[in-house]
């Protein structure tokens, strides 16, 4: 049944069914959207940090190219979607701009109703191709750095032996001092002379029982 030939009162309910649909669909892409931001900024913030990471604790890629390139890839990435911010922030302030000017217009008769609804679904499609261009760059430099470093793994799993980390230095270093300090100790124990007698001890003669004071002859 076409709108033209709906009873009014069923109008009525099929104009709320599309309001509130609108606001669904309208409230749902704006929170994917957003949700797809952030993602994009997560996953080329981390990798840019796991990055940093690795060029860091193995020298022996720093000669390599390709993860200078795999890093810058991740900043762009993450600068590409500091400017997706830009741009929306600026597009939203232009639609708000123009609406408020288009109410004015339309409070003071200088535009009728179905003039300003128009315009404003107009200038509602302008300017999207930039925000979709933004975030599909970034996307794009993330798999691209990722791919990157997926294809040079190999470099990062065969690092040379005498790359130890240095954890694992710093216990070897800590757990031969050790050794090497308890060593002396114990044999200086081992070799301890025992301490001498106490001077007022009282000497005894094996043959005979403990001499005694002379008794005192004087009466």
């Known amino acids: 049944m076409k709108r033209s030939e709906t009873p009014p009162d069923s109008l009525a309910v099929r104009k709320a069914y599309i309001d509130l649909r609108w ?7 704006i929170n994917w959207g957003d949700e797809a931001i952030k993602y994009l900024l997560f996953v ?5 940090a796991g990055a940093l990471s690795f060029i860091g604790a193995m020298p022996h890629i720093r000669q390599s190219q390709w993860p200078l390139t795999a890093l810058l890839l991740f ?21 708000f701009r123009r609406w408020r000017q288009s109410v004015d217009a339309y409070s003071s008769d200088q535009l009728d109703w179905n003039d300003l609804a128009d315009g404003d679904a107009a200038r509602s499609k302008k300017w999207n191709w930039p925000l979709l261009v933004l975030a599909y760059a970034s996307l794009l430099c993330f798999f691209s750095g990722l791919l990157i470093a997926a294809q040079n793994f190999h470099e990062i799993t065969n690092a040379p ?10 216990a070897a270093a800590t757990a031969s001092g050790t050794i090497t300090n308890a060593a002396p100790g114990a044999k200086a ?8 007698a106490h001077s007022g001890a ?10 005694s004071a002379p008794a005192d002859t004087k009466r």
């Open 161 to 170: 032996p005498k790359e130890v980390s240095h954890a694992r230095m710093k």
């Open 75 to 95: 900043a762009l990435g993450v600068v590409i979607v500091g400017i997706y911010h830009a741009v929306r922030y600026h597009r939203t302030e232009w639609l």
């Open 189 to 196: 124990g081992s070799e301890r002379e025992p301490a001498p």
């Open 202 to 211: 009282q000497r005894t003669d094996p043959g005979s029982g403990p001499t």
């Open 44 to 48: 080329n913030a981390g990798a840019m």
């Open 23 to 29: 606001k669904q669909l309208s409230d749902l892409s």
